[in-house]
């Protein structure tokens, strides 16, 4: 069973940038399985963010956030990335990463076997 464990998150200022990691350990080989990111902001459902695929060269962003963050991996190190720059205060959220159960980068998360318990971003205003 695969276990993902999120870092990274903080405080931050509006117009600021933070790179929040996510690494998987044991499970399946990590470098055949989509990786995606999802956030919860206080009192909604949970959404997509970013989704990468098997060999890193597909990826799928949430237009609120298209222009601003960028999802990456590096296989060798198990780790996902999401760079988030320009921030703005509707971005504070509790973030997710997950593990696929298929190689492709997908916005659904009924596809996603795998879960971290988050890492709390929050951007000031």
């Known amino acids: 069973q695969a276990q993902v464990t999120e870092s990274g998150g903080g405080l931050v200022q509006a117009g600021g940038s933070l790179r929040i990691s996510c690494v998987v350990s044991g499970g399946r080989t990590f470098s055949n399985y989509g990786m995606g990111w999802f956030r919860q902001a206080p009192g909604k459902e949970r959404q997509f963010v970013a989704s990468v695929n098997w060999s890193g060269e597909r990826t799928k962003i949430e237009d609120s956030v298209k222009g601003r963050f960028t999802i990456s991996r590096d296989d060798a190190k198990r780790t996902v990335y999401l760079q988030m720059n320009n921030l703005n205060p509707e971005d504070t959220a509790v973030y997710f990463c997950?593990?696929?159960?298929?190689?492709?980068?997908?916005?659904?998360?009924?596809?996603?076997?795998?879960w971290g318990r988050g890492t709390q971003v929050t951007v000031s205003s």
């Open positions: 997950a593990q696929a159960r298929t190689n492709q980068a997908l916005d659904t998360e009924q596809i996603y076997g795998a």
